[in-house]
């Protein structure tokens, strides 16, 4: 796979959708803002997630035997949990019984789970042990066996990253993942020791559609005016952003990812004034480790570019100020609940750990100098384009998202100020969408 991988041979072909429209001899690309507010999309990209892959969450939220978290993905409550014997599990949090809830703590270490509705308890690892009154049941029809909790039909872990899918079959997760699992692995590369979720979780809502996260994350474009207080806040560090040989890369499946090369400060990777000198001799420390281990040529890829990845639908992974990931969660088309984690090398020191808490939080956690911009201008948007709901003349009713077609059609590789990875997603969404691709 290379960085040119947005060929614009594959673009060049153009659709026109009800939802999208492509087009290379004018150079443009429309999105319908109906995407946006249809319930009766958003019903079918309810079904749609029923049968793709969705991020869980990451093994390490669940270190110790019993662990459990409680999570709801395509509007499905689950608890996702590491039984007695040491096995990741996902199940639905729904009684076999008559669908209570089952476990209504959000997080919490249980061997076992009881219903309180009629008391039916039952192991961490799914079997039904203890029914009140069990001989009101036919013991020899194995009604307990058919009774246990309802696993997630498939459960597959990609280097600590956790993955179901509600559906029976389908691609396998490495099928899906394409080639995004190469910067997946770039973040999974930065420590030896694997990586760990700090403990803790941002939960936040938005008041917008869960595709305007994608796009924005998926747009350097805004970088400079939209969070004009970061830029001018590192001015002050002693250092600058800069464009300059940042890329969009449309990846497989409707991945993709922005790789940045002039706004690096990553705690632990790549250093930059505002992180102090002590961090500068870690980071170097830090670097000469990760050439030992996976050499130069791929140790200089993880160590000197920042990265967003957005893995298609609900995982967005943030390899820039330190590491980051997020997980939507569509409630409604004009709702979105977003869960997002801290992640860390396993077992770096103290004195790491803090810096890359407080930069982190500093960016882009909910309250820092970044996600604040950024959930103000998905909900702005939200609000904006109700006001060309129905209108009767044509181009009103739909968004542009052609920055960069020009460059592309000559061959060029996209920028990540370039709209070329947000185009990338919505080819991918309404392929699926319009039911041009099962
Ligand atoms: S609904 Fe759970 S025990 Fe009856
Ligand atoms: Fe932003």
Redesign the pocket.
């Known amino acids: 796979m290379t960085q040119t991988t947005a060929a614009p041979r594959m673009n060049l072909v153009g659709r026109r959708s009800p939802y999208i429209f492509e087009d290379w001899d004018a150079r443009i690309f429309r999105v319908n803002r109906e995407v946006f507010r249809s319930d009766e999309i958003f019903a079918r990209e309810r079904r749609l997630w029923d049968r793709l892959w969705l991020y869980l969450g990451h093994e390490t939220e669940v270190p110790k035997p019993g662990d459990f978290k409680i999570r709801t993905l395509a509007g499905r409550p689950l608890i996702f949990t590491r039984d007695s014997k040491g096995q990741v599990r996902a199940y639905l949090n729904a009684c076999p019984h008559r669908g209570t809830i089952l476990c209504r703590e959000t997080e919490g270490n249980a061997k076992t789970y009881q219903c309180f509705y009629h008391a039916w308890t039952f192991a961490n690892t799914g079997e039904l042990v203890g029914i009140p009154d069990p001989g009101a049941y036919p013991p020899e029809r194995g009604f307990a066996a058919t009774m246990g909790l309802r696993g997630l039909p498939r459960v597959e872990n990609h280097r600590g990253f956790v993955f179901v899918s509600f559906a029976l079959d389908g691609p396998s997760l490495r099928e899906h993942l394409g080639d995004a699992r190469e910067y997946l692995d770039f973040m999974a590369d930065h420590s030896e020791r694997g990586l760990e979720v700090i403990p803790g979780t941002h939960l936040y809502s938005i008041r917008g559609n869960w595709k305007l996260a994608v796009e924005?994350?998926m747009?350097g474009y805004?970088?400079s005016p939209?969070?004009v207080t970061f830029v001018e806040y590192l001015k002050t560090t002693g250092y600058a952003t800069s464009d300059e040989g940042g890329r969009a890369i449309t990846l497989e499946n409707g991945h993709s990812v922005l790789v940045f090369s002039g706004h690096g400060g990553r705690v632990g990777m790549q250093w930059e004034p505002r992180f102090g000198e002590a961090e500068r001799l870690r980071v170097e420390e830090n670097v000469r480790e990760l050439t030992r281990r996976v050499g130069q040529e791929r140790a200089a890829r993880v160590s000197s570019t920042s990265r967003i990845l957005f893995i298609f639908p609900n995982l967005l992974l943030f390899d820039i100020e330190g590491l980051a990931a997020r997980q939507l969660e569509p409630i409604r088309p004009d709702f979105t609940e977003v869960r997002a984690w801290e992640l860390a090398p396993a077992g770096e020191s103290a004195e790491a750990r803090e810096l890359r808490i407080r930069i982190l939080g500093s960016f882009i956690g909910p309250g820092g100098l970044?996600?604040p911009?950024?959930v103000e201008?998905y909900e702005c948007v939200q609000r904006g384009v109700v006001a060309t709901a129905g209108d009767p003349r044509p181009e009103v009713d739909w968004s542009d998202i052609s920055r960069g077609m020009e460059r592309e059609s000559r061959g060029e590789p996209a920028r990540n100020v370039d709209e070329a990875g947000i185009r990338g997603f919505w080819r991918h969404w309404d392929d699926l969408v319009t039911g041009t691709k099962a």
């Open positions: 924005n994350a747009d805004h970088f939209t969070h970044a996600t911009d950024d201008a």
